[in-house]
Nanobody, 129 residues
Framework: EPQLVESGGGLVQPGDSLTLSCSASGFSYINEYWMYWVRQAPGKGLEWVSGISETGVVTYYEDSVKGRFTISRDNMKTTLYLQMNNLRPEDTAMYYC?????????????????????WGQGTQVTVSS
């Protein structure tokens, strides 16, 4: 059974950096899947963060994180990453890793559960002084 497991979240101060990881297991060919980071702030709906193509050549970012976040993947290690720099309090959210065989970004509507074939359980990021 394919599984996604996120790690790397925590409590940081504004301006700090953090790197999230998402370990994929049970996939026959992880390089057949687009992979995504989406987040959900307390009391709010799901929000796109970033997406990356099957081989990592194409990436997309939500406007609010452009220039601060970098998505990458290592298909040999079956791991997805999100390097987050210059974190802001508004980045506080549960961050989820997701995988799907189709490109879902860019997208004018908010992400929905059915957009992705596989989801992780999430890792909490809290940015506070």
């Amino acid at each position: 059974e394919p599984q996604l497991v996120e790690s790397g979240g925590g409590l940081v101060q504004p301006g700090d950096s953090l790197t999230l990881s998402c370990s994929a297991s049970g996939f026959s060919y992880i390089n057949e899947y687009w992979m995504y980071w989406v987040r959900q702030a307390p009391g709010k709906g799901l929000e796109w963060v970033s997406g990356i193509s099957e081989t990592g050549v194409v990436t997309y970012y939500e406007d609010s994180v452009k220039g601060r976040f970098t998505i990458s993947r290592d298909n040999m290690k079956t791991t997805l990453y999100l390097q987050m720099n210059n974190l802001r309090p508004e980045d506080t959210a549960m961050y989820y890793c997701a995988a799907d065989q189709y490109r879902r970004m860019p997208n004018t509507r908010a992400p929905e559960n059915d957009d992705f074939e596989y989801w992780g359980q999430g890792t909490q990021v809290t940015v506070s002084s």
